[in-house]
Nanobody
Framework: QAHLEESGGGLVQAGGSLRLSCAAP????????MGWYRQAPGKQRDFVAS???????TYADSVKGRFTISRDNAKNTAYLQMNRLKPDDTAVYYC??????????WGQGTQVTVSS
């Protein structure tokens, strides 16, 4: 597919911060929803956060108060600001962009590793 471009993953110490970016140049961005999901080794892919076209945000309980999802329609880009990171946040993070009557695209994943 290769529709979405993710960046910003890396290695950080517990308590630190990272910001993930997801560019969706081919999307109908202003009317689409964006989301972030993560998958740790041996586990299922879990929902992290989403933001709808009207700006409504939703967060998994495990990240509420620490992570913030946002979008910049002028840049066709969504972000995930991750603060006060914990070792159990370690996972591959996947961006998702979808429009209810049209498409559902996923990024390639970016590794986030939080050390203790």
């Amino acid at each position: 597919q290769a529709h979405l471009e993710e960046s910003g993953g890396g290695l950080v110490q517990a308590g630190g911060s990272l910001r993930l970016s997801c560019a969706a140049p081919g999307s109908i961005f202003s009317i689409s929803a964006m989301g972030w999901y993560r998958q740790a080794p041996g586990k299922q892919r879990d929902f992290v956060a989403s933001i709808t076209s009207d700006g409504t945000t939703t967060y998994a309980d495990s990240v509420k108060g620490r992570f913030t999802i946002s979008r910049d329609n002028a840049k066709n880009t969504a972000y995930l600001q991750m603060n006060r990171l914990k070792p159990d946040d370690t996972a591959v993070y996947y961006c998702r962009n979808w429009e209810g009557l049209g498409y559902d695209w996923w990024g390639q994943g970016t590794q986030v590793t939080v050390s203790s």
